[in-house]
């Protein structure tokens, strides 16, 4: 069975640093991932995907994701972190587990003005 | 599109009483899913339909809470009777198998069980 790990359920980072969350995957074959963004109080909004070719993916507000099959991992970067960036980040995968998707269990990102 | 729309936004209740929440997915989106999400237990799949038929209702807590989808643009969850530890944030999500099931989510629907 496919599953997700988000090692950090927390993190801070000062307004204008580089930011970099974790994702890692579990599925036999070639997943399809996904990143998306929770702001308060709001419901999750997908920021990028991965379902072939090139392994670095842009997607909406400046972030960014590498899929690396080596290390069976997907991390989301931003080189410049925004005071609007602070939310909560889920990694997902599509794959084998019939046609849902797989979360993890988020990291909330805070940052210092 | 106007995206997928939840009602309420909001509900209080009494436990004991029963609870509807509705979905209306993306107009052509084939797959329909709820959540909940709680503090304690993150973001839970609690059932999902394909093409209106129930494919997996695996994640639904107990038998107080039913799905049903009676057409393709309309969807609720139903509680009965409600419990204070149904109190959570309860998400309708669609996606099309066109769009590698790429889901689009709702606003979400804030449940308080008093």
């Known amino acids: 069975a496919q599953s997700v790990t988000q090692p950090d359920i927390h993190i801070t980072v000062s307004e204008g640093a580089s930011l970099e969350l974790r994702c890692n995957y579990s599925?036999?074959?070639?997943?399809?991932l996904f990143w998306y963004v929770q702001s308060p109080g709001q419901g999750l909004q997908l920021l990028l995907k991965?379902?072939?070719?090139?392994?670095l993916v842009q997607g909406i507000k400046g972030f960014e994701a590498e899929f690396k099959r080596s290390q069976s991992s997907f991390n989301l970067r931003k080189p410049s972190v925004h005071w609007s960036d602070a939310a909560e980040y889920f990694c997902?995968?599509?794959?084998?587990?019939?046609?849902?998707?797989?979360f993890g269990t988020g990291t909330r990102l805070a940052v210092r003005p | 599109d106007a995206g997928v729309i939840q009602s309420p936004r909001h509900e209080v209740t009494e436990m004991g009483q029963e609870v509807t929440l509705r979905c209306k997915p993306i107009?052509?989106?084939?797959?329909l899913f709820w959540y909940r999400q709680t503090m304690m237990r993150g973001l839970e799949l609690l059932i999902y339909?394909?093409?209106?038929?129930?494919?997996?209702d695996s994640g639904m807590p107990e038998d107080r809470f039913s799905a049903k989808m009676p057409n393709a643009s309309f969807s609720t969850l139903k509680i009965q009777p409600s419990e204070p530890r149904d109190s959570a944030v309860y998400f309708c999500?669609?996606?099309?198998?066109?769009?590698?099931?790429?889901?689009?989510f709702g606003p979400g629907t804030r449940l308080t069980v008093l």
């Open positions: 339909f394909n093409n209106n038929v129930p494919i997996d």
């Open positions: 107009s052509g989106h084939d797959y």
């Open positions: 999500a669609s996606s099309s198998t066109f769009s590698y099931n790429e889901q689009f």
């Open positions: 991965y379902f072939s070719g090139d392994t």
């Open positions: 599925y036999g074959a070639t997943p399809y």
């Open positions: 997902a995968v599509y794959g084998s587990s019939g046609d849902k998707l797989t």
